[in-house]
């Protein structure tokens, strides 16, 4: 069962994302830092596919678990299973919430993105344990990022969604993030603030402020 102060710094990663950085030694410091929560997000040019990624999301598991935060999969549920996650996120176009939760055990923390109103309430109607709003800002890490959606947006949606837990993503910053939780999300969800930053472990403790 997902708590919502567990979205208060949800750090998102995959071996693409760390510039000449190594992505273990990464999330060894956002979690010194104090992240709330972790998703292994290998996609994109670069990433790593079959045993390597499997190998690096096990590596990535067992890190998380020494400090007791959750290890979360973005859209590959095999592999969640596979190396016992605490859950699976997907996003509009990967599996249903139902096809995820069937496969999954009961225990799952299921997180769902949403880019616009009818897609949030929808995934809140579903059972979503969270949503992923956004982009709130412009973003460059994701290729395909939809329009962003901004404050506004944000609090549109959580006025639309009631008390499920939401997390805001895209272009996230340790100067805006304080905005972001004023306009309605329990936390923030970033990669490149983290991942690229020159001390992550720093990056967290401002973005946990
Ligand atoms: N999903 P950064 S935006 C992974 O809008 C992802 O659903 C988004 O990276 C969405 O923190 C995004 O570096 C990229 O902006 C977030």
């Not at 190998?55 to 973005?74: H, Q, R, T």
């Not at 609090?155 to 969604?161: A, F, G, H, S, V």
């Amino acid at each position: 069962m997902l708590q919502s102060k567990e979205l208060a710094v949800y750090f998102i990663m995959g071996s693409n994302n760390v510039g000449e950085k190594e992505p273990l030694a990464v999330l060894k410091e956002a979690l010194e830092g104090g992240i709330t929560m972790f998703q292994f997000r290998e996609k994109g040019a670069g990433a790593t596919f079959g045993e390597q990624k499997r190998v690096l999301a096990g590596k990535m598991k067992e890190l998380c678990d020494s400090y007791n935060v959750p290890f979360i999969v973005n859209d590959d549920v095999d592999l969640a299973i596979a190396v016992n996650a605490a859950g699976v996120h997907v996003g509009q176009d990967d599996e249903s919430i139902q096809t995820v939760r069937a496969r999954c055990p009961a225990s799952y923390i299921v997180g769902v993105s949403a880019t616009n109103i009818s897609e949030a309430i929808q995934a809140a109607n579903e059972g979503a344990d969270y949503i992923g709003a956004g982009p709130v800002f412009a973003t460059s890490t994701k290729e395909d990022a939809k329009t962003p959606i901004g404050l506004d947006g944000l609090t549109l949606m959580r006025e639309q969604i009631g008390t499920t837990p939401m997390v805001a993503i895209g272009g996230i910053t340790e100067k805006n993030a304080a905005s972001v939780r004023k306009a309605g999300a329990d936390g923030v969800s970033v990669i490149s603030a983290i991942s690229l930053a020159t001390d992550p472990k720093q990056a967290v403790s401002h973005l946990r402020k």
